[in-house]
């Protein structure tokens, strides 16, 4: 069981940059790929990035890729989305998820456990 928390959304200007993380509980959060998706209003939930367990891969949407970097700390226990160049599409909940896999899954249905979410939204 893992449990998931995300933090360090908010409210920017487009070009502006936030970094947000997701806290896991438990002991063997290194046995976990990571991912980040989100969903606008009125949209599908959509994948963002996501990391390998050990963190030597990653993967990530054509929308963001050049603007926003995945990353994971293990002995932390966290798993961090660096966003740059915002824009004002990028609004939306991020949540985090994590799966039990070596692997690095891309669809949001391969996903065991999910955070509550965290809102970004950036203004033009």
């Known amino acids: 069981q893992v449990q998931l928390v995300e933090s360090g959304g908010g409210l920017v200007q487009a070009g502006d940059s936030l970094r947000l993380s997701c806290a896991a509980s438990?002991?063997?959060?290194?046995?976990?790929?990571m991912g980040w998706f989100r969903r606008a209003p009125g949209k599908e939930r959509e994948f963002v990035a996501a990391?390998?367990?050990?963190?030597?891969?990653?993967a990530s949407a054509i929308s963001v890729k050049g603007r926003f970097t995945i990353s994971r700390d293990n002995a932390e226990n966290t798993v961090y989305l660096q966003m740059n160049s915002l824009k004002p599409e990028d609004t939306a909940i991020y949540y985090c998820?994590?799966?039990?896999?070596?692997?690095?899954?891309?669809?949001?249905?391969?996903?065991?456990?999910w955070g509550q979410g965290t809102q970004v939204t950036v203004s033009s």
């Open positions: 438990g002991r063997t959060f290194s046995r976990y790929a």
């Open positions: 998820a994590a799966k039990l896999t070596a692997t690095i899954p891309t669809m949001h249905f391969e996903y065991d456990y």
């Open positions: 990391i390998s367990r050990s963190g030597d891969s990653t």
